[in-house]
């Protein structure tokens, strides 16, 4: 009972883990849409 109850806590922590990263990348695009002035970009054009 303990084993699967560790799986299910891994699944959980690996689906977390994705939707910090899409909601980062989202939170990058936005930013760029929104406001290209005040973002910092990394070509410095």
Do not use: A, E, N
Not at 22 to 35: A, H, N, S
């Amino acid at each position: 009972m303990g084993k699967s109850l560790f799986k299910k806590i891994r699944k959980h922590k690996i689906i977390i883990l994705v939707i910090i990263v899409v909601l980062f990348i989202l939170l990058i695009i936005l930013g760029y849409t929104m406001d290209p002035d005040k973002t910092w970009r990394p070509t410095g054009r």
